[in-house]
C-alpha cells in the first residue's frame, strides 16, 4: 500500500504537538484525514471518517485515549489505534495491553519508529516502542494474566470493590454473607500477589480502576 492510500486521524491537546506529528506525516507522504484536540472530537472525527490509523494522546480533555478506543471499537469502528504519549510506567502499559491496543509509541521516539509501527500494525501485529524496558511490558502481562486467574464471582466483587462498594453492600447485593465476601477477598488478594495488609486490595483496585472494569 502506497504512503498516500493510508488514511490517518491524528488527535492530541497540545496544538504544538499535533502540529509537529501532522507535517512529519504530510511531509512523508501519508493522508491525514482528521484531527482532533480533545477526546470527544477525536471519537466523532473517528467514527465519522474510519481511518486505517488513529494517532492518540492519552491525557486528553473530556475523554481520555483510552476511552475514545474503548468507546469506537464498542461502535464497530476498524481503525488500527496507536498511542503516542510521554508515558512508559507499567499502569500505562498494563491498559494498553488491556485495551488491546495496537500501537505504543512514546513522543520522544523518531519518525523512523513511527513509520515501522505503521507498518507492523497494519500488518496485523502489536507493535511497542523500542523505547520502552521490557520490563513494564513484561509486569503488564503478567498482572492481566493474574486477572484472569480470578473466577466469575470474584471479578465481580473485584469490580465492585474498584467502584468503592463496601463489603456489607457488595453482600447484600449479591445476596452473600459478609464471611463470604471476605473469603473471596482473601483469594483475589492470593491470586493478584498482593500483599496481605489493610486495605491492600482496596487501594490497587482504585488504582487500576480502568483495568478492572473493562475486564
Same mark, same amino acid.
Given at each position: ?30 493522508? #491525514?484525514?482528521? @484531527?482532533?484536540? &480533545? ?7 473517528? !467514527? $465519522? *471518517? ?81 523505547? #520502552?524496558?521490557? @520490563?513494564?511490558? &513484561? ?7 493474574? !486477572? $484472569? *486467574? ?66
Amino acid at each position: 500500500m502506497n504512503k498516500n492510500e493510508i488514511t490517518i486521524v491524528t488527535a492530541d491537546d497540545h496544538p504544538m504537538l499535533l502540529k509537529g506529528l501532522n507535517d512529519e506525516l504530510l511531509s512523508n507522504g501519508y493522508n #491525514i484525514i482528521g @484531527q482532533a484536540s &480533545n477526546g470527544i472530537q477525536a471519537l466523532e472525527v473517528i !467514527l $465519522k *471518517l474510519q481511518p486505517q490509523i488513529a494517532f492518540l494522546d492519552i491525557d486528553m480533555p473530556i475523554l481520555t485515549g483510552f476511552e475514545v478506543i474503548k468507546m469506537a471499537r464498542e461502535k464497530g469502528a476498524k481503525t488500527k489505534f496507536i498511542i503516542l504519549s510521554f508515558h512508559k510506567e507499567s499502569y500505562y502499559i498494563v491498559q494498553a495491553k488491556t485495551f488491546q491496543i495496537d500501537g505504543y509509541l512514546l513522543k520522544e521516539d523518531t519518525f523512523f519508529e513511527i513509520e515501522h509501527c505503521i507498518n507492523e500494525v497494519l500488518n496485523g501485529h502489536i507493535y511497542f516502542s523500542k523505547s #520502552i524496558d521490557e @520490563q513494564p511490558i &513484561n509486569l503488564a502481562t503478567e498482572e492481566l494474566k493474574r !486477572l $484472569k *486467574l480470578l473466577t466469575l464471582s470474584e471479578s465481580k466483587i473485584l469490580k465492585l470493590i474498584a467502584q468503592e462498594i463496601s463489603n456489607q453492600d457488595i453482600a447484600d447485593s449479591l445476596s452473600l454473607s459478609i464471611r463470604t465476601i471476605e473469603k473471596h477477598r482473601s483469594n483475589i488478594i492470593d491470586k493478584l500477589n498482593l500483599k496481605k495488609e489493610n486495605n491492600t486490595l482496596t487501594n490497587w483496585a482504585l488504582v487500576n480502576r480502568s483495568i478492572i472494569l473493562s475486564q
